[in-house]
């Protein structure tokens, strides 16, 4: 009675269905918070207001409030490869598993990059400040494509208008103003 109509139907409905299955399991793969399980936005106790990315113990992104960030990630890897940070600050701790693990903070005046450390980065309209507190971290000027690497205690201010970078150690109310903001 179907004929070839209703086998016709069935085909467009197991192939409806199968790409179904297929775009959720893209959407799931392709989930920040479920990649791999590996990392996911948790509560934050200090300001309930703002999640924390938490990715095991390598990759801890605590934002300050109203910062306005993304991970980003590459295929078949668990952890994000690079944080987008469009305005506001970030705590950043990252302790890879693995030597050849690469990191790295996009802002729109520069891009920190880092093998293990924990610094701090705040973004405005008008400048870009990186701070670094353990480790080292390589803090570029996409502008000038010029780089320089900071040290703990070392910080670097970056704004349209440079001409150069310096890198200078922070004082300490500086320093404090700024870790007042994730309640450290």
């Known amino acids: 009675m179907f004929g070839s109509g209703g086998e016709r139907r069935s085909d467009v409905l197991s192939a409806l269905l199968v790409a ?3 775009a959720a399991s893209l959407f799931l793969a392709s989930s920040p918070a479920r990649a791999g399980g590996a990392c996911a ?5 200090r ?8 990715c095991g113990q390598e990759l ?15 295929k078949g890897r668990t952890l994000p490869s690079e944080i987008r940070l469009d305005d506001g600050a ?4 990252y302790h890879p598993q693995s030597e050849d693990a690469r990191f790295q903070i996009l802002t729109p005046l520069a891009i ?11 973004v405005t309209s008008a400048r870009t400040s990186t701070l670094v507190l353990s480790g080292a971290v390589a803090v570029t000027n996409r502008r000038l494509n010029q780089f320089v690497v900071l040290r703990d205690g070392e910080g670097v201010d970056i704004t349209p208008s440079d001409t150069s970078m310096t890198q200078k150690r ?6 404090r103003a700024l870790m007042a903001r994730f309640g450290e």
């Open 90 to 93: 970030i705590l950043i701790d």
């Open 47 to 54: 300001d309930p207001s703002t999640k924390i990315l938490q």
């Open 60 to 74: 801890i992104v605590r934002p300050a409030h109203g910062a306005r960030f993304r991970p980003i990630y590459v």
């Open 20 to 22: 179904l299955v297929l």
């Open 112 to 122: 920190a990059a880092v093998r293990g450390t924990r610094w701090a980065m705040d």
């Open 41 to 45: 936005f948790v509560p934050n106790d």
């Open 170 to 175: 922070w004082g300490e109310a500086r320093v």
